[in-house]
C-alpha cells in the first residue's frame, strides 16, 4: 500500500504520481476501494451537540453544590429534614437554569451548522463520476470548476485559469491563482499555489488534481486534531465561585466554631445541646440560595447578549468577558465584510472619483462631482460586460457570490450605474494566472470590441493608447503619461486599494493579439471594514481593553485596515509576520506580542502560540474568528469567540460564544454585559452574605450572653429562602449604570466577595445583628415567641432596605434612582406582604411560632431596620474613594 508523501507542494509531478501509483485517468474503482479500507473516510469527526445527560450533569460539578450538600447530609444527620428537602430543591433550580440555558445555546448553534461537501466528481478507470466526497482516497483525482467546494487536500496537475479562495483557511480575502508549478519546500501554507485545500473552494476557472490527503490528514484535519489536545480550563467565573464557595465554608465552619465556645462556656457545657446549636449555625451560615442565584444572573445576562446577536455556548463566559483584557481578532469577515469593494474610480484625465456603498449590495452611487457622466461611459461598460460572476441575496439577508469575488466587485459597480450586459457577448475569456488579465469581446454598433480587466502592470505594458475625456484614443506621452499613471497607483496603494485596470481595443482584420491597447483608468477596491467596527475598538481602547489583529494576510493590508479601524495608535506601526516571529527566541517573542497590534501571515499554531503567550503575561484572551484556522487559538483562550454566518463548523464547536451577526460590534456588547454579569453578582452574593453574618453575629451574641436562641431553623430558613428570595432574583435583573465600558477589565483574579466590601458587610450586619440583639432582650420578658418574633422583623425589614444599598455599591443608590429597577419593586412588595401575613394570619403564624404585634410596635421596628440604608448611605459618602464605576473596583 502507498504512503502519503508529507511535502506534495515539493514533489515533481511525476515524482508525485509514481508516490501515490496513480496517473491522469485515476484509479481503479477496486484499487479506490482498498485504500479506503486502508486511510478510512475522509470526514473530520464531528463532535456534534453534548449528549444532554452531560450538560446537566455539568451543572452539579462545582464545589458550592458540593457544600450545599455536605451541609443537606448533615441537616439529615441532625433531623433537619425540612432543610435537606429545600437544599436538594435549590440545587435541583440551579440545575435547571445552567442546562435550560446551555441547552438552548447547543441548539441554536447547531442549527447554524451547513452540511460539508456531500458530492464530487472524481475519475476513476478514466470516466468521470460523481460520488460521495467522503469516499475520497489518496491517489485519486478529482476534477474541479468555478463555484466547487474542494472535498480533501490535493496537488494540482492540470488547471485553465485556476484561483481558488482560501479564507477560511489562510486569512487571505482575494482568490490565490493555482498553478501546478513546483514551490520550495519551505513555503507558507497561504503561498503553496500548487495545492488546494480542504474546504475551500474553487472561484474562477477549473483544475484537476491527486488527492493529496483525507480526513484528519488534511490541513483542516490537522487543526481539528490539534484543538483535542488542547485541555479544557475553568472559566474566570468557575474560578471565582470556587473561591467564593471556600469563602462561604470557612465562614460557616468559623462561626461554627465560635458559636460552639460561646455555647459551651454560656451553657455550663451541656455538650449535646451545644453540638445542636453549632450545627445549626454550621448549616444556616451557608447561604442556600446562592448558587441558584447566581445561575439566574448568568442566565439573564445571557439572555440579554442573544438579544444583540453573542449566543453564549458555555454558560459560566457570560461574567468572564467582563475581565477581557485583549481581543485578539481576524481581520477578513471579522473586521471586514470579505467582500471585495470598489471605493474609487479613475478616468485616464479625468479627477478621480468616489464610489458610496459597501459589500454586494447595489445601494450605493458614484458621486461624478465635477467628472462628466459620458467620459466614464465607457469605463462603467467595461465594468458590466468583463466578468462572470453573479449575486444572489438569500432569504436571511446575506449574499452568495457566485465566480470571482474581484469581478463580481464590478458587476455592482455596473449596477450602482445602472449598467447592465446589454451588449451581446462574441467571446469570454476567463482571468489567465499567466497573463494577469480577463477580457470580454463584444459586439457594438455593427462593430467587435474586445474589453481587458487586469493587473496594472499587465493591461499597461500592452497599452499604446488612452482614452481622452473627448473619447476619442490618443497616444501615450511616455514619460508624461507613465508619471500620472505611477503617482495615481502610488497614491491608492498608500490607500491599502487593490488597484486593477481596465482598457479596450476594436477588432480589426489587421490585428487580433492583445497589443496596442487603449487605457481607459484604473478602479480601487478594498475589503471595507465592517460598519460600527471603528466604533467598537474605540470602546474597547475606552474600556481598556486592547484590540490585536491576528491574520494571515499580508502586512500592508493588515496594517492599514488595522489604521482604519483604529487597531494601531500612533507609535505602534509595527506588524510582525509569522516567519519574522518564528526567528525570535522566548524572550524576544515575549517582548513582540506585547510592543505590537497587528501580526500577518500567520499559520494556525502562531495564533495558539500568541494567545499563549499573553496568557503568560497575565491576560485574559478573548480570541475572534471566523476560519478553521481559528480554530485552536479560539480554544486556548480564555473566551473563544466565533461567527455564525461565515464561520466553519470546527470554529464555532471551539469556541464559548458565537456571533449570530458575524459583527465584532457584538463582542462590546456582550463585555458590557459581562461586566454588568459581574456586578450583579457580586451585588446578590454581597446581599445574601449581609443576611447570613447578621444571623450568625445575633446568634453567636445572644448565645454568648446565655439567652435562648433567638431563632428557629424554620425561622432562619424562611429568611434565607424567602425573604431575600424574591430581592435577590431582583438585584441580578439590574440593568447596568451605562459606565461599565468607561473603566479598566475587571482583573481576573478578583473575588466576588473581596477585602474592599468587607467594612460595608461589617457594618451592615453589625447594625443589623445589633438591632435585632436589642430588640430580642427588650421583648423576652414577654416572651421567647414574641422577642422571636421582633428579631425575625427586624433582620427581614433590614435585609429589605439593605436591597437599595446592593444597587450601587460605589455610591449613592439616590444617585440611579431609588426605584429606577421595576423588579426590585415588585419584589420589596410582594416580600412586604408576605412578612406581613405570615405575622399576623394565626394558622401561618402558629407553623412558625409567631405571635401577632401591635401596629405602632410594628411600624417602629420597620423604621429602626431603614437606618441601615442611611448609615450605608453615611458611609458611601465618607468612607469609600470618590464615586466611579464599580466595575474595576
Known amino acids: 500500500m502507498m504512503n502519503v508523501p508529507t511535502s506534495p507542494h515539493h514533489s515533481e509531478i511525476n515524482e508525485l504520481k509514481d508516490q501515490l501509483n496513480t496517473s491522469e485517468a485515476g484509479l481503479t474503482q477496486q484499487e479506490a476501494e482498498k485504500r479506503l479500507q486502508h486511510f478510512g473516510l475522509n470526514i473530520i469527526p464531528d463532535r456534534g451537540k453534548r449528549p444532554l445527560w452531560k ?36 440545587v435541583l433550580i440551579n440545575a435547571i437554569i445552567g442546562f435550560i440555558q446551555e441547552y438552548k445555546a447547543e441548539d441554536a448553534v447547531a442549527s447554524l451548522k451547513n452540511l460539508l461537501v456531500p458530492k464530487c466528481k472524481v475519475i476513476r478507470d478514466g470516466q468521470l463520476l460523481t460520488v460521495d466526497s467522503k469516499t475520497l482516497v489518496p491517489g485519486d483525482v478529482i476534477a474541479l470548476e468555478e463555484g466547487d467546494l474542494i472535498p480533501a487536500d490535493a496537488r494540482i496537475f492540470s488547471q485553465k485559469n485556476a484561483r481558488a479562495t482560501e479564507a477560511s483557511l489562510t486569512g487571505e480575502a482575494v482568490p490565490v491563482e493555482k498553478r501546478p508549478d513546483l514551490v520550495p519546500l519551505d513555503t507558507p501554507l497561504a503561498e503553496k499555489s500548487n495545492m488546494l485545500w480542504k474546504s475551500t473552494f474553487l472561484a474562477s476557472g477549473s483544475a484537476k488534481a491527486w488527492v493529496t490527503g483525507t480526513g484528519l490528514n488534511t490541513q483542516i484535519g490537522e487543526i481539528a486534531s490539534t484543538l483535542t489536545s488542547i485541555k479544557p480550563q475553568k472559566t474566570n467565573f468557575q474560578r471565582k465561585t470556587d473561591k467564593l464557595a471556600k469563602q462561604m465554608a470557612f465562614i460557616a465552619i468559623g462561626s461554627a466554631i465560635i458559636l460552639f465556645i460561646a455555647a459551651y462556656f454560656g451553657r455550663d457545657g451541656d455538650l449535646s445541646e451545644v453540638l445542636l446549636i453549632s450545627i445549626a449555625a454550621l448549616v444556616s451560615a451557608i447561604p442556600e440560595g446562592l448558587p441558584a442565584v447566581l445561575s439566574i444572573v448568568l442566565a439573564i445576562g445571557s439572555h440579554r447578549m442573544s438579544k444583540k446577536n453573542a449566543i453564549i455556548r458555555e454558560f459560566t463566559a457570560t461574567e468572564s468577558l467582563g475581565s477581557v483584557s485583549t481581543i485578539v481578532t481576524d481581520k477578513t469577515g471579522t473586521l471586514t ?75 455592482v459597480l455596473a449596477q450602482k450605474a445602472g449598467k447592465t450586459k446589454a451588449l451581446p457577448i462574441q467571446e469570454d475569456m476567463a482571468f489567465s494566472s499567466e497573463l494577469k488579465y480577463r477580457s470580454t469581446t463584444v459586439e457594438k454598433s455593427g462593430n467587435l470590441i474586445k474589453f481587458f480587466l487586469g493587473a496594472p502592470e499587465a493591461i499597461l505594458e500592452r497599452c499604446a493608447y488612452f482614452q481622452s475625456p473627448d473619447g476619442t484614443p490618443q497616444l501615450f506621452e511616455a514619460t508624461l503619461s507613465e508619471e500620472v499613471i505611477q503617482n495615481k497607483l502610488g497614491t491608492w496603494s498608500k490607500e491599502s486599494l487593490r488597484v486593477l485596470a481596465l482598457a479596450y481595443k476594436p477588432l480589426d482584420d489587421k490585428s487580433d493579439d492583445d497589443s496596442g491597447l487603449i487605457f481607459v483608468g484604473f478602479a480601487g477596491m478594498i475589503d471595507p471594514p465592517r460598519p460600527g467596527v471603528k466604533e467598537a475598538v474605540e470602546s474597547c481602547h475606552q474600556a481598556g481593553i486592547r484590540v490585536i489583529m491576528a491574520t494571515g494576510d499580508h502586512a500592508d493590508t493588515a496594517l492599514a485596515i488595522a489604521k482604519k479601524v483604529g487597531i494601531v495608535r500612533d507609535g505602534r506601526e509595527k506588524v510582525y509576520t509569522d516567519a519574522e516571529l518564528q526567528q525570535m527566541d522566548e524572550a524576544t517573542f515575549s517582548r513582540a506580542i506585547l510592543e505590537a497590534d497587528v501580526f500577518s501571515r500567520l499559520t494556525p499554531l502562531m495564533k495558539l502560540k500568541i494567545a499563549e503567550g499573553l496568557q503568560q503575561h497575565g491576560e ?84 454568648a450572653l446565655g439567652y435562648p436562641i433567638p431563632l428557629t431553623a ?176
Open 620 to 703: 485574559l484572551v478573548a480570541m475572534t474568528g471566523d476560519g478553521v484556522n481559528d480554530a485552536p487559538a479560539l480554544k486556548q483562550a480564555n473566551i473563544g469567540v466565533s461567527m455564525g454566518i461565515m464561520g466553519t463548523d470546527v470554529a464555532r464547536d471551539a469556541s464559548m460564544m458565537v456571533l449570530a451577526d458575524d459583527n465584532f460590534a457584538t463582542i462590546v456588547h456582550a463585555v458590557e454585559q459581562g461586566r454588568i454579569v459581574f456586578n450583579n453578582a457580586r451585588r446578590t452574593s454581597f446581599f445574601l452574605v449581609t443576611t447570613n453574618f447578621a444571623e450568625i453575629f445575633t446568634l453567636i451574641i445572644a448565645v
Open 337 to 411: 465584510q470579505n467582500t471585495m469593494t470598489i471605493k474609487k474610480i479613475w478616468a485616464f484625465g479625468q479627477d478621480e472619483i468616489q464610489v458610496t456603498g459597501e459589500g454586494w449590495e447595489s445601494s450605493g452611487k458614484i458621486n461624478y462631482a465635477t467628472v462628466p457622466k459620458e467620459s466614464v461611459d465607457l469605463f462603467l461598460e467595461i465594468a458590466a460586460h468583463c466578468h462572470q460572476s453573479s449575486i444572489h441575496q438569500k432569504k436571511n439577508g446575506s449574499y452568495q457570490v457566485t465566480g470571482d469575488p474581484t469581478e463580481a466587485a464590478f458587476l
Open 55 to 90: 450538560i446537566l450533569l455539568k451543572q452539579f460539578n462545582n464545589l458550592m453544590v458540593y457544600i450545599l450538600l455536605v451541609a443537606a447530609f448533615i441537616s439529615y444527620l441532625t433531623g433537619h429534614i425540612i432543610d435537606v428537602y429545600v437544599i436538594f430543591g435549590i
Open 714 to 889: 424554620t425561622q432562619i430558613l424562611w429568611i434565607n429562602l424567602v425573604t431575600d428570595g424574591f430581592c435577590d432574583k431582583a438585584l441580578a435583573a439590574e440593568q447596568g449604570q451605562g459606565n461599565e465600558l468607561r473603566a479598566k477589565p475587571i482583573h481576573p483574579s478578583e473575588n466576588i466577595l473581596n477585602k474592599q466590601i468587607l467594612p460595608f458587610l461589617i457594618i451592615n450586619a453589625s447594625y443589623m445583628s445589633l438591632l435585632a440583639i436589642t430588640a430580642f432582650i427588650y421583648y423576652l420578658p414577654e416572651g421567647v415567641a414574641k422577642a422571636r418574633t421582633v428579631t425575625f422583623i427586624v433582620l427581614a425589614f433590614c435585609q429589605l432596605f439593605n436591597v437599595f444599598n446592593m444597587r450601587n455599591l460605589r455610591g449613592s443608590s439616590f444617585r440611579i434612582g431609588l426605584f429606577s429597577n421595576k423588579w426590585v419593586n415588585y419584589a420589596l412588595a410582594v416580600s412586604v406582604i408576605i412578612q406581613v401575613l405570615i405575622i399576623e394570619v394565626p394558622p401561618l403564624a402558629e407553623l412558625f411560632s409567631f405571635q401577632p404585634i401591635k401596629a405602632h410596635e410594628f411600624l417602629f421596628w420597620v423604621v429602626m431596620a431603614s437606618f441601615v440604608l442611611w448609615i450605608a448611605e453615611i458611609y458611601k459618602r465618607f468612607g469609600l474613594p470618590k464615586p466611579g464605576s464599580e466595575t474595576n473596583k
